[in-house]
């Protein structure tokens, strides 16, 4: 049975939502924004908004987490360098690298499980890219 437990709008189109790992921070992505909320699972309630995080003219189309919550991969549409890499520190995000990808009509983005690799796929293009993770 689902039930509704929260509820949240962006100012613009919604493209993308995501958890973390632990269930306690989901990621909204759409026109130009992403937004980032702490959730309380026993009070199934949003106790902590970051303020929106701007990308200018690129619309977020698909984020994911890394394994630890620490950072948040973004393939975004118009905007040449359509995958990024954010640091979240459990308050704010930052840059930290982007990418050209190359795939016409982005719109997926996976993280491989032991998170050393990026794929990132377009939507109505066969095309496949990946990316090595460099940690240092």
């Avoid at 983005?109 to 796929?121: G, K, L, M, P």
């Amino acid at each position: 049975t689902l039930k509704t437990a929260c509820n949240k709008t962006l100012t613009g189109q919604t493209r993308a939502v995501t958890w973390n790992s632990y269930g306690n921070f989901v990621a909204l992505g759409g026109s130009g924004q992403i937004d980032i909320s702490r959730f309380d699972k026993k009070t199934e309630n949003y106790v902590w908004n970051m303020p929106s995080f701007s990308l200018g003219s690129a619309d977020a189309i698909d984020l994911k987490w890394s394994e630890d919550g620490r950072y948040l991969f973004v393939a975004l549409d118009n905007v040449a360098d359509n995958l990024r890499v954010y640091h979240f520190d459990g308050k704010s995000l930052t840059l930290i690298s982007s990418k050209t990808t190359g795939v016409a009509d982005q719109g997926i983005v996976s993280i491989s499980n032991e998170q050393d690799f990026i794929a990132t796929a377009g939507f109505s293009v066969g095309t496949v890219k990946c990316f090595a993770v460099d940690r240092a």
